[in-house]
């Protein structure tokens, strides 16, 4: 905050050739409250800004846009002339009666000075004086212009609150204020971070005694282990050795029964390639026979119309015959009754044949000649000739019939012939129909008994298959428990190697400290987790750089590198301290929470 001295008030003003004053003018002297008046364009807002020309307001807010603007001039030729100047003095009167003098001096060529009691100085020296007296040049808290307070009252609460910092002078020291408020937070972070330090170097104390103790508790109860991981994996080789001989020995019986069954599958097989064989020729064969009776029955089908039309036709000659045979025995009756009537009529023409050969030997007898009556002789013709008709046409219907009965007899004779031709070829189509009957059951027998052959070789095979199936799967069982074994094996060997290693790599690092005093060890050996649990999680973390070898610097390096190659010992990484660069711990990491941790406190190091 600026420190503003005991009050003070402008004395009086001396003004030469400043905008509307012309030459030299002194207004004053200004009481404790002064009140300038004057009609429109007296030079009131003139003397505004002439206050604060000399108190260092820029050009911009004094209502002109260059200095040189600011000096006076009657017209455009006058403002064209070289060499004018303007100056506006300020006569401050402090509390204890002492005079200040504030001037500002704006030449044409736009160029201005500033001088305090006659002396010229810098602007900021010029501004720091009117700092010492509380006149803030920024804040312009020294001037009330018009619109100003009606500005300030439209303003909401947060731009009142800049505003008041602006005119205080408060703004400026912003900066200072936010960082000392970093400060201040960064200090008490760090007092609270040293408090929880502190906390934690006692829990830690009461950890690392603890952690001692489980420490050399762990390095007793490691060597016990080691000697019984020893004692334990010498057994579990010995043991291993034995299951594998002995899975050897039945892996070997197990290889001859697979042999075996190999052999016997293969032997099945050629019999059901055998049997297969035989059934493709049986079924051939019925297929050859099913095409035979299929063309058969083709055949019998083609027939099976005209049998039909044949046994229709022989139906309707049977009926035709059966009508003719009852139409003939109709005949007949007829010519029995035809016959009994001619043989009646031939009886009568006997008797009156007779009579009439009577009655001519009488007439002979009587007088040679007959004679009759008119009556009788027309009663003979009439009778005589009815007896000729009725003879004539018994005769001509005689003769049809007779004709009828012959045709009729040949139609019969033919008929039966057909009828025989027919039934012996439906006995012969029987017959064969028969054969073929008796072929397909003969086929489909032999058939039935192939396919119950070979259901039962299939079963034979199936049987086959499931023990070749369990060989197999027991074979496979063997072989799996064989290759665990070896996993096993390679996993112990790779155990032995790996201890020889590191018992190799602790004699090649503790030499390397014997010779040379740069080397501290092993980042295994000076980085050991506080509890067991924590070995994966620092192993993942440091990575490739387990097994590196700490040392004071490159040299001690390159010594070391130098020592294993002349002693072909294996290569290792070293890391020197002195190229170490630490980065600093957020301290944030540790309040996570949870079982998060972080790996510098998991872990203790000389």
């Known amino acids: 905050m600026p420190s503003v001295a005991s009050s003070g008030?402008?004395?009086?003003?001396?003004?030469?050739?400043?905008?509307?004053?012309?030459?030299?003018?002194?207004?004053?002297?200004f009481k404790n409250f002064t009140a300038i008046i004057g009609p429109n364009g007296a030079g009131k807002s003139n003397l505004m800004d002439a206050i604060s020309f000399v108190l260092g307001v820029r050009s911009m807010q004094l209502r002109g846009a260059q200095l040189r603007d600011l000096i006076y001039a009657y017209d455009d030729k006058e403002k064209e002339q070289k060499g004018r100047k303007a100056f506006v003095k300020l006569v401050y009167l402090n509390a204890s009666g002492e005079e200040l003098h504030f001037t500002r001096t704006v030449v044409g060529s736009g160029g201005s000075d500033y001088r305090i009691n006659n002396k010229t100085v810098t602007w900021d020296e010029y501004n720091n004086k009117m700092k010492s007296l509380g006149i803030l040049v920024k804040a312009r808290n020294f001037l009330v212009f018009q619109g100003d307070v009606e500005s300030i009252a439209s303003k909401n609460p947060k731009e009142l609150t800049a505003l008041f910092e602006h005119i205080s002078g408060s703004e400026e020291f912003k900066k200072d204020y936010e960082d000392l408020e970093d400060q201040k937070a960064r200090a008490e972070e760090k007092s609270a971070f040293t408090y929880q330090r502190k906390r934690t170097v006692v829990t830690e104390r009461k950890q690392k005694k603890e952690q001692k103790e489980e420490a050399e508790k762990h390095l007793r109860l490691q060597e016990q282990l080691k000697s019984l991981k020893t004692e334990y994996l010498l057994w579990q080789i010995f043991n291993n050795e034995k299951d594998i001989e002995r899975n050897e020995r039945e892996l070997e019986v197990e290889k001859e029964n697979l042999d075996n069954v190999s052999k016997?599958?293969?032997?099945?097989?050629?019999?059901?390639?055998?049997?297969?064989?035989?059934?493709?020729?049986?079924?051939?064969?019925?297929?050859?026979?099913?095409?035979?009776?299929?063309?058969?029955?083709?055949?019998?089908?083609?027939?099976?119309?005209?049998?039909?039309?044949?046994?229709?036709?022989?139906?309707?000659?049977?009926?035709?015959?059966?009508?003719?045979?009852?139409?003939?025995?109709?005949?007949?009756?007829?010519?029995?009754?035809q016959g009994k009537e001619i043989a009646k009529l031939q009886k009568e023409l006997h008797d009156v044949t007779a009579a009439l050969n009577e009655l001519n030997e009488q007439g002979q007898e009587g007088g040679g000649t007959l004679q009759l009556a008119d009556s009788q002789l027309r009663e003979y013709h009439r009778i005589k000739e009815e007896a000729g008709l009725k003879t004539a046409k018994l005769r001509d219907e005689k003769e049809v019939y007779d004709s009828q009965q012959q045709a009729d007899v040949e139609a019969q004779k033919n008929l039966e012939e057909n009828l025989q031709q027919l039934?012996?070829?439906?006995?012969?189509?029987?017959?064969?129909?028969?054969?073929?009957?008796?072929?397909?059951?003969?086929?489909?027998?032999?058939?039935?008994?192939?396919?119950?052959?070979?259901?039962?070789?299939?079963?034979?095979?199936?049987?086959?298959?499931?023990?070749?199936?369990?060989?197999?799967?027991?074979?496979?069982?063997?072989?799996?428990?064989?290759?665990?074994?070896?996993?096993?094996?390679?996993?112990?060997?790779?155990?032995?190697?790996?201890?020889e290693r590191d018992a190799k790599l602790s004699e090649t690092v503790e030499s390397l400290k014997r010779l040379f005093?740069?080397?501290?060890?092993?980042?295994?050996d000076l980085c050991r987790p506080i509890q067991k649990k924590y070995n994966l999680a620092i192993t993942v973390a440091m990575g490739k750089f387990m097994d590196a070898v700490v040392v004071d610097d490159e040299n001690t390096g390159k010594e070391c590198i130098k020592y294993l190659k002349e002693q072909r010992l294996p290569p290792q990484t070293f890391i020197p301290s002195q190229v170490v660069r630490v980065k600093p711990i957020h301290e944030k990491l540790r309040t996570l929470g949870g079982t998060a941790k972080l790996i510098f406190d998991v872990i203790q190091y000389p």
């Open 423 to 499: 039934v012996n070829r439906e006995q012969q189509l029987a017959s064969q129909e028969e054969q073929m009957q008796a072929r397909l059951k003969r086929l489909l027998d032999s058939f039935g008994k192939n396919t119950e052959e070979l259901s039962k070789v299939q079963s034979e095979l199936g049987q086959m298959q499931d023990r070749h199936r369990k060989s197999r799967t027991k074979y496979d069982n063997l072989k799996a428990k064989v290759d665990e074994i070896e996993v096993q094996l390679r996993e112990l060997k790779a155990d032995k190697r790996e201890s």
């Open 9 to 29: 008030r402008i004395h009086r003003l001396e003004l030469e050739n400043f905008k509307s004053y012309k030459g030299h003018q002194v207004i004053g002297p």
């Open 517 to 524: 005093p740069g080397v501290h060890g092993r980042m295994t």
């Open 264 to 337: 016997s599958l293969e032997n099945f097989e050629l019999q059901i390639k055998d049997k297969k064989k035989e059934q493709a020729a049986y079924l051939k064969e019925v297929l050859l026979y099913e095409k035979k009776t299929a063309k058969k029955k083709a055949e019998l089908d083609k027939k099976q119309p005209e049998l039909l039309k044949l046994k229709e036709a022989i139906s309707r000659i049977t009926q035709k015959i059966k009508s003719s045979g009852k139409e003939l025995e109709k005949k007949k009756e007829d010519q029995k009754k």
